[in-house]
């Protein structure tokens, strides 16, 4: 039997799990919330065309708005000026899209403080319990923020000295960018940053450090829960769109039961 007709009969026989990691797009999707003079993207939102009328008799379809980094979604490098000269959402290299995942939870600490930081110490020691990052793949980080997706409010977390949400230090990501053997990371908040890494030296260290270093983000997951520290299988897919700085996508998990 063929390696692609295992796979196929594993999850018609639900030894393999396919497991959605994305959130749904619709009108109440949050989106990330920029200070003025800063432009900011626009929610989700459906334009119907036709739907089974005079417009269209048989038919029903819509027209879309939204922006590039909404619901569930990927980072290109050029999404941010470090990487500026990489590539754009078409340009990822398609067998980047299929790659292992390493899941590190750390949900406790986040319900504890909502401005927890991610630092390489916490990355060691998940090592020495679960075995290295794997190469060319991804670090999934949970911090259980999908349980405010719902809610725009309280999925941004914001007071009067901006959002408080998750996120990882300034060393840390640049830990990541430069020596870690990982692709990219995921997260479950709006972006790959913690809510006030405006306020970093540099600021957005993540966006600013794996980014530049031609690697990518996933943000706005869900599911994390259901993945084993490792040996989860991510497949990415987000719109081929020419010069574009990302896109929402659909992400997928294969879990072995």
Known sequence: MSVL???IDAIGAER???IDLTAPL??????IRLPAPFGNTASFSLDEISRY???????????????E????????????VTGRDLEDVAQVPVSRLIAPAAMLDFTGQAAADPDFLLEVDHIRQWESEHGPLPDGGWLLYRTGWDARSDDQDEFLNASQTGPHTPGM??????????EAPVLGIGVETVGTDAGAAHSFDPPFPCHSSLLGAGKYGLTQLR????????????????LP?????????????????
């Open 169 to 178: 230090s300034v060393e840390c990501a640049r830990w990541l960018a430069r």
């Open 53 to 67: 009328d005079e417009r269209g008799p048989a038919w029903y379809w819509n027209d879309f708005r939204t922006g």
């Open 241 to 257: 769109i020419t010069g574009g700085s990302g896109s929402p996508c659909r992400a997928l998990a294969l879990v072995e039961s």
């Open 26 to 31: 619709n009108a109440a999707t949050p989106v």
């Open 69 to 80: 980094h909404t619901g569930t979604h990927f980072d290109a490098p050029v999404h941010w």
């Open 5 to 7: 007709n295992a796979l």
């Open 223 to 238: 599911n994390l829960a259901r993945l084993p520290p490792l040996g989860a299988v991510v497949i990415a897919g987000p």
């Open 16 to 18: 393999v799990e396919v």
